[in-house]
T-cell receptor, first 112, second 111 residues
Framework: NAGVTQTPKFRILKIGQSMTLQCTQD?????MYWYRQDPGMGLKLIYY???????DKGEVPNGYNVSRSTTEDFPLRLELAAPSQTSVYFC???????????FGDGTRLSIL | AQSVTQLDSQVPVFEEAPVELRCNYS??????LFWYVQYPNQGLQLLLK??????LVESINGFEAEFNKSQTSFHLRKPSVHISDTAEYFC?????????FGAGTTVTVRA
């Protein structure tokens, strides 16, 4: 049972490039989330999804887009990468409301 | 929206000494609280949770947390820490189907 899998683990982008961070879970969870983690700031919610075809913005959605075509996958797309998007990105999933979230190991992204 | 305040950003502690990590949350009618631990270069792992019932919750590795509704707190304690407890600890409160996290407390255990 792999849980939540994120790829890639590391990536360096140039300003203005775009990329997709992949996230897949094998626990049949309805809810999925994308967070970014910056030093001393905790985790900030970027986007979340309560089921296939349903997504919504979190606290810091600007510069990002998501889609949820299947229960398993929840990719995060960065368009026109900016230095402010240098961060560690975590994907998480949970079975239902108020239940603990399961996290992937993160993607470390640097934009230069 | 819920908010979480972790009162200590860094907690240095000697091995086998007790540790307490403080967490306060904004009040709500219903509240679900979590502590997560993050080891270096890893994702967050659930340490313990309060959903309902007993106000004292325990983890399998010796941590415990007490839900105090009147003080809106959910402090984490361990009576005797080990070197392997060195990590960052996050308190979180459930806000509908989202989590609001505190800024984190880095625990460094020294021999």
């Amino acid at each position: 049972n792999a849980g939540v899998t994120q790829t890639p683990k590391f990536r360096i982008l140039k300003i203005g490039q775009s990329m997709t961070l992949q996230c897949t879970q094998d626990m049949n969870h309805n809810y999925m989330y994308w967070y970014r983690q910056d030093p001393g700031m905790g985790l900030k919610l970027i986007y979340y999804s309560v089921g296939a075809g349903i997504t919504d913005k979190g606290e810091v959605p600007n510069g990002y887009n998501v889609s949820r075509s299947t229960t398993e996958d929840f990719p995060l797309r960065l368009e026109l990468a900016a230095p402010s998007q240098t961060s560690v990105y975590f994907c998480a999933s949970s079975y239902e409301n108020y239940q603990p979230q399961h996290f992937g190991d993160g993607t470390r992204l640097s934009i230069l | 929206a819920q908010s979480v305040t972790q009162l200590d950003s860094q907690v240095p502690v000697f091995e086998e000494a007790p540790v307490e990590l403080r967490c306060n949350y904004s009040s709500s009618v219903s509240v679900y609280l979590f502590w997560y631990v993050q080891y270096p270069n890893q994702g967050l792992q659930l340490l313990l949770k309060y959903l309902s019932g007993s106000t004292l919750v325990e983890s399998i590795n010796g941590f415990e947390a007490e839900f105090n509704k009147s003080q809106t707190s959910f402090h984490l304690r361990k009576p005797s820490v080990h070197i392997s407890d060195t990590a960052e600890y996050f308190c979180a409160v459930s806000d509908d189907y989202k989590l609001s996290f505190g800024a984190g407390t880095t625990v460094t255990v020294r021999a």
